[in-house]
Each structure stands twice: as C-alpha cells, then as structure tokens.
C-alpha cells in the first residue's frame, strides 16, 4: 500500500470526502484559506458545517488524539502541531491522549503506560499547547466518557468494527503488530468513538482531526450516535496525508520499526537519517521531507507552492529548506523527556 495521490484520491472517491486547496472547497476555518488548509489536510467530511458553526458562534470544538504505543515518531509530532495550530487560530482544542487505547489493543502494561502518559503531556505542553484554553487529557479516569461509551456500545454492533478497521491494518498485521481484531482492540474503538461522541452530547460541533487511514473511526462514531438520536451531522472529520515512511515503507509509524524517526533516538541519528534521504519520489505527495515541512504551523498555501517549487529544481533553495527543516525537528523532539 502507498500513500499517494491515487490512494487519496480513491478514499474521496468511495468515501464521498472533498478535497480541500484544489478549488472544490469554499470556505475558510479559524482564518486558514482553503489553500491554506490544503497543506495540512487532504479531505474531510462535514467540515463546512463545522466551519459555518464557528462562523456563527455557536459551540464547536476540534478533537484528536495519539496512541500511546511508545515515543512519538514525526507522524505524532506532525498531528500535535495541526491541533495546536488550530488552537493558535482561536479555535477550542481537545488532545486525548491514549493510555486506555494502549492498554487494551496493545496489551502494555498500565504502569508502562501512566508513565508514557506523563512523557506526552510533558511533550505536548513544551510543543506549545494551552491546556488553561483547551483540554489536554487521557482516558484513564475519565468516567463520564466512559459512561458514553457503554451507551454507545448498545448502538454498535460486530460489523460495524470490523468495518471501520484502519487501512493500515493489513500492514500491521504482516509486521506482527497484531494478528486479528480481538475484544480489546474493539474496546478502544469504542472508546476512541465515545471521546468524540461525548462532546457531542454536550451540545457542540466537533471536528475530528486524525490522519486519513483513520478516517472509518470518525465513520463509525457518525454511525453510532445516528443510531442513538444524536446530532451525527453535527461531528465532523478532516484528515491528514500520510508522512512517507523510510526505506518504501506507506507512513512513519511507532507499530513499524525502521520507518521513520522518533523522539527517542539522538539528534547525530535523526540527522543522518534526514540528510541521508534521497528524496527521489516522483510526487510532493512522495517526499517525506516537503510533507514534514508543509505540517510545521507557519507554512500556510503560499509558502508551501513555494518550496515544492524549489524542490523539483533541486537547487539552493531546496537544500537549506532542507537544512532548517532538520534542525526545527531536533528542536521539536528536544521537548520530549528521556
């Protein structure tokens, strides 16, 4: 599997999504452009009602999450700086950080994962987030979310989560990440969906930020709270590309070693990693570096046209984008606590 145009633009396809930046879309969300928005997020699903209830005051909000399955790799880091980007431009901003998820799909131990639990927190206040202005939590401990959840569960059936399986699953199965869809990985499903189906039920618009192979999960909570009489119109998604993986690997993922960089390893490594990559893909779409680059938060629509450009000439310019670019992902990862 790759990660590319046609795999994006298959997913729109079956999957009714817009593009957004490619002239389809016609609205701006918390003073980004469509352009602007195009070099963050490839499609979505009902963000323009979610658009036009910011625009008119009413209760909204923007949710995600990470997995909490060890150090956070580019992708993570990546995701983090859209919310708080997001955050930046006045939105209200949910980050939820996944320690039941870890514990149950992942069977890691639960001391293991209070304290990565710790080590992100630490990470995403250090990156830049406002937890006074927005909510940064786990699961753990959480009960009203988890009184959504077994609500939920009554709406939602076998099927519906063998449906709503990422499209990386497959992947993780040949990498020995897992072998089938077992009773824990549904369980944090379930409570993935209930951390978006709560706000919800509290009465606000929600837009949920996660990458595009995730995209189902969102599908499957719409699904769920239609059933239950909810307001599913009113959650709403908008997804990420994938960050090209090293060594032709479809993404850079914490589940599959070797594919890409993670704040664990020292920066003399990170370094030679970066430098070292050829960055022969045919496509933007392609080039690990250029999609790191355009998910930093100052990099809006103009400036990202500006420096695809300079990469398919290969010349100067491209070469000290390059270089800025690996020194701000040391000073990124430099937030995370060894």
Known sequence: MKFDTAYYENVIDQHSYERLGLGTIDFALAGMSPDDLGTKWVC?????GFAEAVS????AIVTTGVGLGGPPHAGTLFQLLRA??????????QIVLGDLDSYNARRTPLDS???????????VLGLGFDAKRGVLRRQEGETDVLATAFLLSRHLDDDDFHWAEEDLAGLYRNHGVFDHLNYGMKQATLLMAADFVHLLREGRHVLVSLGVDEHKYVALARRGAERWGLPAEHLSGIYTKMIPGLGGLPKMSKSIPGSGIDASMCAEDIRALLNADTDNA????????LQMYACLPEVDGREYDRVSAARRTRGPEWHAVREQL???ILALFSHWPK
Request: hydrophobic share 30%.
């Open 44 to 48: 979505h699903t009902g963000a323009r």
């Open 113 to 123: 994962v209070r304290k990565l639990a710790d080590q992100y927190e630490e990470f």
């Open 56 to 59: 008119d005051g009413r209760p």
């Open 84 to 93: 708080i980007k997001l955050q930046q431009c006045g939105l209200d901003v």
């Open 326 to 328: 690996v020194e701000r």
């Open 282 to 289: 045919a496509t933007d779409d392609g080039s690990a570096l």
